[in-house]
């Protein structure tokens, strides 16, 4: 009987378990709906949270007291609610705001590590300690990154977002940051002309091209 016991408490772990990973999976299938008042563009929820994490890596390097691991943490766990509240953009969060800590809540209590999310999830929302202003930063900073894509493209629309977003940045390497990606044109990273291999694709070009920095009229022109 023991053992039938100990059996079950395991089968019961592990579905708590494959029912996470499942849940989490739904982010990818729910849309952030500020894009719909925007008029273009579109994300996912695990496409923020993940871009997130990286921003949050990014800015854990700039400050050095910050703990990195934490910081990720915070950042991958930030919206881990709406994949049950769904994401509500400002418009609705005034009128129709769903209780997603409430959500997180509920989430934490069903799996063995569920005070690990709860607890990066309320320090997160609390905007007290370095690295949860950090991460708050990074969550502007990668809606940003979204408009500055979308900007480009034509958009007129997000020039104003831009302004409001930066507005909202709390710490000065999130504000120095904001300030680069608004300074960035978001193809820079990989187009230049300079670059005989971006130019012809002529392989025997291509090894001595590696690793070559971009040449400042080139960045600068992609900045427009």
Known sequence: MPRTNTNKKQSKKYMAL????????????????????LGSGNQSVAEHLFHTAMIAYTLAHMEPKADKAKMIMMALFHDIGEGRTSDLNY???????????RAVADLAQSVPFGEEILSAYTEEQAKETLEAKLVKDADQLELI?????????????????????LMRLKTDSGKKLGQALVETNPDAWWT????????????????????????????????K
């Not at 005034?94 to 800590?101: A, I, P, Q, T, V």
């Open 18 to 37: 494959a029912n996470f990973i499942y849940e989490t999976n739904i982010h990818s299938k729910t849309p952030r709906s500020g894009f719909w008042f």
């Open 91 to 101: 418009v609705h969060q005034r009128y129709g705001r769903l209780s997603e800590s």
């Open 145 to 165: 990154c979204m408009l500055r894509e979308e900007q480009v493209k034509g958009n007129t629309k997000t020039a104003y977002w831009i302004e409001t977003a």
């Open 192 to 223: 230049d002309e300079t670059d005989a291999w971006f130019v012809d694709r002529d392989r025997e070009k291509q090894d001595w091209q590696v690793g070559k920095k971009s040449n400042k009229k080139s960045v600068k022109r992609l900045k």
